[in-house]
């Protein structure tokens, strides 16, 4: 058997590989392809990016692609990482020394760590739902991570859910009422009345680019007696307006901590996952084996939680602190895409003075509309076009000419 370093290397020049002739391959469980099969070894087409993706790729993407084969590691189903390179046209390169497989086409870039929840995918912290593991020399990855998160992430012109619409957006400001959220005395400062003023800036932009925007609040109110019930019913309010995509807006704090600040993007942990938070040192594992509605959602969800990460962190500047996964009682009743965006930390001095502005809420408010925006240009790029109906195709001009 090859080591490691040799199979990854050998890899690297032969992956990137026609998704299309790797989709014709038939589910096998356990056993993965050989690396040395010709399959591995045909033409290979150019890599189509995640922007501007190809007519052609798009018509083979409406196409449902093969399952890749799966390998039972520690009780769950998990797909070998150069699989996955090969069925998303990613070339593969292999670092022993960090135990690192970076999968690699254009802009598009995703690093496995062996034995790590965290990746990077376009250059962004992503925290997984299960460890990507290393068995008998290859990477793998779980299936769950794989076809809930990173095919959205790298090809969401592959992702077989049908292409959402968008016109209509909910923004849930959080808290409300009694429930004042994460306060900063020392600057009088409280989560609900900030994230509110966040949500009717981003209402404003959203609206001038013709979305219907719905707040679940639009005032200091709780929305139901107890906290719980109060979660819910920002989900179903957003569902009974026909919602296409819910933005919870909230601010972090991590009293008495005062140094810690940047961004957080949560979205609904996926089925049979455990959240972020529940892999900490004396942390109850949180499982939840039934799926909730959100989670038919998780493809879309990934991308639009990616663009807002994105987006929130490149308009504002603030440190990565990755994209997670909680089961969120506020996303969880959902039937659409949605996600929960913590821009910054009322319990970080400078971030909470920051966020005390007007000017600086603006901002927050500018940096969500850009993803939501990112978002729709990602679906508008991979929506099968509707062909043009010959009657509506343009007639040639008359010719002049005798
Ligand atoms: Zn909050």
């Known amino acids: 058997m090859f080591s490691a370093a040799v199979r990854f290397g050998v890899l690297g020049r032969f992956l990137l590989l026609c998704f299309a002739c790797v989709a014709a391959t038939k589910e096998a469980t356990p056993a993965s392809p050989d690396p040395a ?18 007519g052609a790729t798009r018509a083979a993407a409406s196409r449902p692609l093969a399952p890749l084969p799966t390998t039972r590691i520690r009780g769950k189903d998990y797909v070998a990482a150069d699989d996955m390179a090969a069925r998303l046209a990613l070339k593969a390169s292999w670092e022993e020394s960090q135990r690192e497989l970076t999968l690699v086409a254009g802009a598009r870039r995703l690093v496995l760590t062996a034995e790590k929840r965290e990746v990077s995918c376009n250059g962004l912290r992503i925290f997984l739902g299960d460890a990507v593991r290393r068995h008998r020399g290859r990477l793998y990855v779980s299936k769950t991570d794989y076809e809930r998160c990173l095919l959205s992430l790298l090809r969401p012109d592959l992702v077989s859910d049908p292409v959402p619409r968008l016109r209509t957006i909910v923004l849930d400001p959080g808290h409300g009422g009694a429930d004042p959220g994460m306060e ?15 949500a009717l800036r981003l209402e404003k932009l959203l609206k001038t680019e013709g979305y219907s925007v719905v707040l679940t609040r639009r005032d200091d109110r709780q929305l139901a007696p107890t906290k719980e019930a109060d979660l819910q019913r920002r989900a179903i309010i957003a569902n009974a307006a026909g919602a296409d995509l819910f933005v919870s807006i909230h601010f972090n704090s991590l009293f008495p901590n005062t140094r810690v600040g940047g961004t957080e993007v949560y979205v609904f942990t996926r089925q049979g ?27 879309w969800t990934s991308v639009l939680a990616h ?71 990602t679906l508008e790029s991979v929506r099968p ?7 509506t195709l343009p007639r040639p001009a008359p010719s002049n000419s005798p």
């Open 385 to 391: 076009k509707s062909p043009v109906p010959p009657a």
């Open 273 to 299: 996952q455990r959240s972020d938070t529940s892999w900490g040192i004396g942390q109850a594992d949180d499982t939840e084996r039934d799926s909730s509605p959100v989670n038919r959602h998780d493809a």
């Open 184 to 198: 900063n005395n020392s600057l009088r400062i409280q989560e609900k009345v900030l994230v509110l003023d966040v």
């Open 307 to 377: 663009a807002l990460h994105r987006e929130t962190i490149a308009g504002l500047k603030t440190a990565d602190r990755g994209h997670k996964t909680k089961h969120m009682a506020v996303l969880r009743g959902l039937t659409c895409p949605g996600v929960l965006v913590e821009s910054l930390f009322l319990s970080n001095e400078a971030e909470a003075r920051r966020a005390a502005t007007p000017a600086y809420r603006q901002q927050i408010a500018d940096a969500m509309a850009a993803g939501i925006r990112s978002y729709a240009a």
């Open 37 to 54: 099969s010709p399959l591995r070894a045909a033409p290979s087409r150019p890599a189509a990016g995640v922007e501007g993706v190809s």
